[in-house]
């Protein structure tokens, strides 16, 4: 796999707490979107890892075509 699937064409809005954790699913194949669930096993595809700094509401990438990875920078309006 050298694409990532796209689960959806929107964000989606999380609310993060400071001090946690977030592995972020770049290849598209989890079933607990935004994060990784471990489908990218055998893919070529590694997760992200995101620190929240603070507690907020951010939205991560749901297109996997972001250029801020793993946040969404609007992206998804590019694509077909």
């Given at each position: 796999m050298?694409?990532?699937?796209v689960p959806q064409k929107a964000p989606y809005p999380v609310e993060v707490e400071a001090g946690k954790s977030y592995w972020w699913c770049a290849c598209g194949q989890s079933k607990k979107q935004p994060f990784c669930d471990g489908s990218h096993a055998g893919s070529g595809f590694q997760p992200m890892k995101y620190d929240a700094s603070e507690t907020k509401k951010l939205f991560f990438?749901?297109?996997?075509?972001?250029?801020?990875?793993?946040?969404?920078?609007?992206?998804?309006?590019?694509?077909p």
């Open positions: 050298s694409t990532p699937a990438c749901g297109c996997k075509a972001t250029k801020n990875q793993p946040l969404c920078d609007g992206s998804h309006k590019n694509l």
